[in-house]
């Protein structure tokens, strides 16, 4: 059975940091790209972050370009989420997905988590 658990998420004031982690089972996890998508209130899912199998490659999306990083752990079957500069647009929850190099286009994923919340206010 497929797993992946989010955990890290939290209230952070402005320009702070946060770190999430998503440890998968049930699956490969080396043979799939991880993706971190998020979903503010209100709004649909907004594609964040991947990274390739062998974190060779990582992705981002221009609106966190210079303050989130990823990175993953195969021997540990997690991927991470460095969040620097947090901004109150920022606030969602945060999901990890994954799936193929598709995806990068697509935005459709073969797993997902269940999310953490991330609530960056003063």
């Known amino acids: 059975q497929v797993h992946l658990v989010e955990s890290g998420g939290g209230l952070v004031q402005p320009g702070g940091s946060l770190r999430l982690s998503c440890a998968a089972s049930?699956?490969?996890?080396?043979?799939?790209?991880m993706y971190w998508v998020r979903q503010a209130p209100g709004k649909g899912l907004e594609w964040v972050s991947a990274?390739?199998?062998?974190?060779?490659?990582?992705y981002y999306a221009d609106f966190v370009k210079g303050r989130f990083t990823v990175s993953r752990d195969n021997a540990k079957n997690t991927v991470y989420l460095q969040m620097n500069s947090l901004l109150p647009e920022d606030t969602a929850v945060y999901y990890c997905?994954?799936?193929?190099?598709?995806?990068?286009?697509?935005?459709?994923?073969?797993?997902r988590g269940q999310g953490t919340q991330v609530t960056v206010s003063s």
């Open positions: 997905a994954a799936g193929g190099r598709s995806g990068l286009e697509s935005g459709t994923y073969n797993y």
């Open positions: 049930g699956f490969t996890f080396s043979n799939y790209y």
């Open positions: 990274i390739s199998t062998g974190g060779g490659s990582t």
